[in-house]
């Protein structure tokens, strides 16, 4: 039978590759150590788990829920940007809870394209980005992003050479997978150059809580008029450790917003209720969590960071988000960075994510995820210190 038109614009999925060598060598009784996914470790604070266990025993919480989220929480959202970023948002027109901020993008997504609709996307970057509009119909004009290119002047011939012109333009910083940041005023030409070019902006700061070494990530929405251009998408997966909990929110132009919640009410009836109380308190409660969060993958940035240095591999430290974004060093380069993942999962029993599954921009390096402890990290670093100091001798 011939594949569905949206499952053939899929192309295969670089991370399967590495997944299935990975399950192969466990299947094998290999100890993997892995950095792979970006999918937090650390348990959920027990207060939010406490108030989830409560509001479960109470049987006005099973029904179906709002799609668009319950008030309590749409304020709490509210009262975060408030007191976070001093950015005033109404929780009826202004904010809508989405199952997590992966689910937000897509439905969004479909909600704003018309078929062969151009979109910007950052390249390298996190999936969804890209194949929430691929899966809408829309076609795709990368922006390639790094820390050494000029992004608006790339941004720029994006725009000139497009037809038709862009509609929308996707941003995320502290970046997945690059963990680039950024400071306002990088946001303030974001919003002048969506209005110059006709874009409406959807920013993503899943990470902006996890920041180290005092610097603190910006909203575009702190941007005066920015409301007119863009939403922005925020995620407690990983500032509250929740990734299986599924809750995320967008905030900000209340045209996208009333479009997302229309959508939604189709697709949807909101979260379990219970998630969405415990959500609120995350948001209101006590935020002492979210610093220990912050210094346990600090810590294991800086283990990871020296203990390659000292072998020879010196990687920029990176000041939000749970990633690495290390080039491979000289003497694998050539290989590209699957081969160079597929040798180092063989020879270190070390898996990452290879640069290339982020975008073409992304294959000089690989993402190294912070989610494993510090001892793990330390025992990761030993086998990659044998395997780098072996160098070129190590062929795939
Ligand atoms: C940049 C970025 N945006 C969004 C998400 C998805 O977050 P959520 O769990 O809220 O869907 C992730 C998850 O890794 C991410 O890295």
């Not at 390249?123 to 119909?137: D, E, K, Q, R, W």
């Not at 969590?289 to 920029?316: K, M």
């Not at 402890?373 to 100091?389: D, P, V, W, Y």
Request: charged residues 25%.
């Amino acid at each position: 039978m011939e594949e569905f038109f949206r499952i053939k614009r899929l192309p295969p999925y670089v991370f399967a590759v590495v997944n299935e060598l990975k399950y192969q060598a466990r299947a094998r009784g290999e100890d993997i150590i892995d950095f792979g996914m970006g999918n937090p470790d650390l348990p959920t604070p027990q207060h939010i788990v406490d108030k989830l266990c409560e509001a479960a025993q109470q049987g006005r919480n099973h029904r179906y829920s709002l799609s668009r989220g319950i008030f309590g929480l749409r304020r709490a959202i509210c009262g975060y940007y408030k007191r976070r970023f001093d950015v005033d948002l109404d929780p009826d027109t202004e904010s809508i809870v989405t199952i997590g901020s992966k689910e937000g993008l897509s439905s969004l997504a479909l909600a704003m394209t018309t078929p062969g609709m151009t979109v910007l996307t950052p390249n390298p970057t996190y999936p969804i980005h890209v194949y929430s509009f691929v899966l809408a119909g829309a076609d795709i004009r990368h922006v390639p992003l790094s820390r050494d290119g000029d992004f608006f002047e790339e941004l720029r011939r994006a725009v000139v050479n497009s037809w038709p012109r862009p509609k929308v333009l996707v941003v995320n910083f502290p970046s997945n997978p690059t963990a680039m940041v950024v400071d306002l005023d990088f946001y303030e030409k974001v919003v002048a150059c969506a209005r110059e070019y006709n874009l409406m902006v959807l920013s993503d700061i899943a990470y902006a809580e996890i920041c180290f070494d005092g610097y603190r990530a910006p909203s575009i929405l702190q941007v005066p008029g920015a409301k007119e251009v863009a939403v922005e998408f925020y995620s407690l997966s990983k500032t509250y450790s929740m990734p299986g909990w599924r809750v995320g929110f967008s905030v900000g132009n209340q045209h996208l917003i009333r479009a997302l919640a229309r959508i939604k009410s189709y697709l949807d009836y909101g979260m379990f209720q219970p998630i969405q109380i415990a959500a609120t308190v995350a948001l209101n409660g006590p935020q002492e969590c979210v610093a220990e969060a912050r210094q346990i993958y600090q810590s294991r940035r800086d283990i990871l960071l020296d203990g390659l240095a000292r072998s020879g591999w010196q990687i920029e430290a990176p000041k939000a988000s749970m990633f690495v974004w290390a080039k491979i060093p000289d003497d694998f380069r050539h290989l590209g960075s699957l081969e160079f993942t597929k040798l180092l999962l063989k020879e270190a029993k070390v898996a990452v994510s290879p640069g290339v599954g982020f975008g073409e921009y992304g294959d000089d390096s690989v993402r190294i995820a912070l989610i494993e402890n510090e001892h793990r990290t330390r025992q990761a670093i030993r086998s990659m210190r044998r395997f780098l100091s072996a160098g070129a001798d190590v062929r795939p």
